[in-house]
């Protein structure tokens, strides 16, 4: 029978922060350097610990990663679940949920883009890619179906179908914005993101709608920080 590994059993304290510090590690150097160029040496080095040490937690560079992998899901998570406020209108519902996604999309970019590149080829990571991607798209579809219940979406639409393809609008923009450094006001891209939104599931805008209702059209510098 294989001698199960010290994170599979209970650690204490001194090996919590010790399998923290190796998590921690590696998701910097991912960042950094990508998935394929990271090596394990480089890991247990930017933690500061032996290179065997990382083996005491961990079986593979795979694993590190799927660990550093759960830490964002549960990020984006608890993104996805803060509310609005009772009151607040569709339209607003929108800009803040848009708002929350590109807001967390900008602090996680770069492992974002570690696990999209590493999914086509890992089912396992395909399945993390497709599991944080689904927090926000599902709670797109709930918002859209509900919009339809009160009648102020457009029935027709099919609400899966239609919230996947407005959050990879959203989920781009933010990939070339964030990732790439394409330069977009703050302000302006929330407002324009919203309006496409928001006319896409069939909402009718008025001037009640604040500045979503006739959104800027000029590019000022880059305000990535201000969202």
Do not use: C
């Amino acid at each position: 029978m294989r001698e199960r590994r010290l994170g599979e059993r209970p650690l204490t304290t001194r090996g919590r922060r010790t399998r923290n510090a190796l998590v921690e590690a590696a998701r910097e150097v991912f960042e950094e350097k990508g998935f394929e160029e990271t090596r394990v040496a480089e890991v247990a080095a930017r933690a500061r610990l032996a290179h065997g040490t990382f083996y005491t937690y961990f079986d593979s560079k795979d694993d590190v990663l799927h660990e550093v992998a759960k830490g964002l899901t549960a990020e984006m998570f608890e993104a996805s679940r803060s509310g609005e406020p009772a009151d607040a209108g569709p339209v607003d519902r929108i800009r803040a949920s848009t708002e929350r996604f590109l807001r967390v999309y900008r602090d996680n970019a770069r492992m974002m883009h570690v696990i999209e590149q590493v999914s086509p080829r890992n089912p396992r990571f395909a399945h993390v890619y497709l599991e944080i991607r689904g927090l926000f798209v599902d709670r797109i579809a709930s918002g859209i179906r509900r919009l339809q219940k009160e009648g102020a979406a457009d029935p027709a639409l099919d609400a899966d179908t239609a919230a996947s393809m407005l959050g990879g609008m959203v989920e781009h923009f933010a990939r070339v914005w964030f990732l790439h450094g394409q330069e977009h006001d703050a302000d302006n891209a929330l407002e324009t993101a919203t309006v496409l939104w928001a006319r896409g599931i069939g909402l009718e805008l008025t001037p009640a709608d604040g500045d979503t209702a006739s959104p800027r059209t000029s590019r000022g510098p880059s305000a990535a920080g201000a969202v």
